[in-house]
């Protein structure tokens, strides 16, 4: 059974930082990209980044390009999200999912219809 469990989410004052989580279980997950994703209570969820098999490519989405960094550790099956200069407009529960296909193939990353298994999420509130 794929496992996918967010940590690390917290009440932090904007211009703060906060670091995720995912540990991941039930798949080969070295083989997969993996992503994140957030969503606002009433709002639609939207795609923050994504990481190939290996680390070695990152993509973001605008709204966070320059803040945030995301890495993995395929020895601990482990995803993770450094969020640097908090703004108030991140706050949203963030989940982490993965790809539905195995490999490094490119695709787009916005379309959250390319991810398979998602986490129950983590929330983080930006707010002085």
């Known amino acids: 059974e794929v496992q996918l469990v967010e940590s690390g989410g917290a009440l932090v004052q904007p211009g703060g930082s906060l670091r995720l989580s995912c540990s991941a279980s039930?798949?080969?997950?070295?083989?997969?990209?993996m992503g994140w994703v957030r969503q606002a209570p009433g709002k639609g969820r939207e795609w923050v980044s994504t990481i190939d098999t290996n680390g070695g490519r990152l993509y973001y989405a605008d709204s966070v390009k320059g803040r945030f960094t995301v890495s993995r550790d395929n020895a601990k099956n482990t995803l993770y999200l450094q969020m640097n200069t908090l703004k108030p407009e991140d706050t949203d529960l963030y989940h982490c999912a993965t790809a539905n296909l195995a490999g490094d193939a490119p695709f787009d990353f916005s379309d959250l219809d390319e991810y398979d298994y998602w986490g129950q999420g983590t929330q983080v509130t930006v707010s002085s």
């Open positions: 039930g798949f080969s997950f070295g083989s997969f990209m």
